[in-house]
């Protein structure tokens, strides 16, 4: 333990979120599809490598006519293959496509034993400490397993984390 030098070691641990992902946004009008080919439309988008999101949302399109508008979040490299099938599943004549930038929040799945049996919960830090909830597939997969509506065992889990 020598006087004259100081024997300690601080540490700091730090996550860094660094900047916001790049990414591009497409978005369309149609007026011109039923909702079972805009769903299936959605759907498959939702399962193409490279996309992000995909959703529609309710719009008045020219000469007053509804429509939907389409958002859809990809990742820029894979922007044209998504472009083509954007056209091809909704017969759109057009679409804006904007770069962005979208920035997110650590998260991580955990298991935890629970009232239910093992379950799987999403967690998310922050600087206030985050928060965990479970991951909603397996809260309903567990569910029907048990004859319960997702709410019901959600009510389940609610009342253990009171007790």
Known sequence: DPEDVPNFLRVWVERHCGEGEQLSEIRCLVDDLSGEILGDALEQLHATEGVIEAFAQAALAKKGRPAFEVVVLV????????????????????????????????????????????????EREDEH?????????????????????PPEAAMLLAAEDRD
């Open 75 to 122: 990742e820029s490299p894979r922007l044209a293959a998504i472009q083509s099938l954007v056209f091809r599943l909704l017969g759109t004549l057009g679409m804006r496509v904007a770069a962005c930038s979208r920035v997110r929040r650590p998260r991580r799945i955990s298991y935890r034993d629970t009232v239910l049996g093992e379950l799987a919960f999403k």
């Open 129 to 149: 400490g985050g928060s965990r909830k479970p991951e909603f597939e397996a809260l309903r997969t567990r569910a029907a397993e048990l004859g319960l509506t």
